[in-house]
């Protein structure tokens, strides 16, 4: 499947698929045609039973996203209420894609780049990343990328990240003390361990792995007592699918655990 603004790989052999952002020349940053590529991979990869678990990263050394490109109009509708949020195309969530998803940064991630990794299930980033919320250094409401920030890492930091704007940069070790990611690594170590820990999900049993994504992240818009109900049908149904998945594939080497 060719794009114009990413670039989209499968490895058959360890059922992971890449999505790569490729428009580094413009630090990744997000348009129209990209959001509308996005939604269009991850369907593609919803749909594909060859993938089971997905990688995110992005293309250049200077930033993983600098979030909406301002230098090119978005093209909203002229009515504002019928203005769309990019961020329902960029989301694997939005488009119902349970298959769990590694996002690896490097260099500048801002802005709307949040919205990439708000939605994704585990999170890494290379010794040189930085994290910032540029919204309202540019006089702009910092409204929804906080939302999904703040269920990763608090309404505490959410707060300081929007409000500080430019003036504060959030290092890896910051993200990783904060929680925001959740390993650092060095830089030429970044895709290499993103594919490997996804290499290391997809290896699971299916639907084990897409139902525990499905069932966390439905979670978060529940009440806890609706969702442990909720969840205990999810086991009911998936359990049985998952521990015939195990028993039926064919033996191949395991990874070792690894501590970190």
Request: net charge negative; proline share 5%.
């Amino acid at each position: 499947m060719s794009f114009d603004t990413i670039l989209l790989e499968v490895d058959a052999l360890d059922r992971v698929a890449t999505i790569t952002l490729n428009r580094p020349g413009q630090l990744n940053a997000f348009n129209r045609t990209m959001c509308e590529e996005m939604a269009q991979a991850w369907r593609s990869v919803k749909a594909d039973d060859s993938v089971n678990a997905v990688v995110l990263r992005a293309a250049g050394d200077r930033a993983f996203s600098a979030g909406l490109d301002i230098k090119s109009p978005y093209g909203q509708p002229d009515n504002i209420w019928n203005h769309e949020d990019p961020g329902e195309a960029l989301s694997p969530k939005w488009q119902k894609l349970w298959k769990p998803v590694v996002c690896a940064v490097q260099g500048m991630c801002t802005a709307g780049a949040f919205y990439f990794v708000n939605e994704s299930d585990v999170v890494i980033c290379s010794d040189d990343a930085t994290f910032f919320d540029s919204h309202v250094s540019a006089g702009l409401v910092s409204a929804l990328e906080p939302i999904g920030l703040m269920r990763r890492i608090g309404l505490s930091e959410a707060l300081r990240i929007a409000l500080l704007g430019n003036d504060e940069r959030v290092s890896a070790d910051t993200a990783l003390r904060i929680g925001l990611v959740s390993e650092v690594v060095s830089r030429d170590r970044l895709w290499a361990r993103a594919h490997e820990i996804a290499a290391t999900i997809a290896a699971k049993p299916p639907s084990a792995t897409q139902g525990t994504v499905k069932a966390i992240w439905e979670s978060l818009d529940k009440p806890y007592r609706a969702a442990m109900e909720q969840n205990l049908i999810y086991t009911r149904l998936g359990n049985p699918i998952g521990t015939a998945q195990l028993a039926a594939r064919t033996e191949r080497p395991t990874m070792e655990p690894r501590i970190r």
